[in-house]
């Protein structure tokens, strides 16, 4: 119960950091008016990133067995907290 609630506190606490950062970040994305933009210890960067390919739709690919090329399983662990 113990682990429990200190859990639940911390999340708690965690999302409304997060709801500032989010605040935050958007204010600095409203003064950032160059690709690139510094000061008080903060960097705002614009770039473009190439999107992601969507093997489903290259016809290249239909029925190649890509499970050879796949990296290697990973455990991952989710915790929720449910309010």
């Not at 859990?7 to 965690?14: L, W």
């Not at 409304?16 to 204010?27: E, I």
């Not at 008016?33 to 510094?38: A, D, G, K």
């Not at 705002?44 to 489903?56: F, I, M, P, Q």
């Amino acid at each position: 119960m113990a682990a429990a609630l200190a859990f639940y506190e911390a999340k708690r606490a965690a999302d409304l950091t997060d709801a500032a950062v989010t605040k935050a970040r958007a204010a600095l994305l409203a003064l950032a008016v160059h690709p690139r933009e510094q000061g008080s210890g903060v960097s705002v960067t614009r770039y473009l990133k190439a999107g992601n390919v969507d093997y489903k739709k290259a016809p290249a690919l239909n029925g190649l067995n890509l499970e050879a090329d796949r990296g290697k399983s990973r455990e991952e662990v989710r915790v929720t907290a449910s309010t």
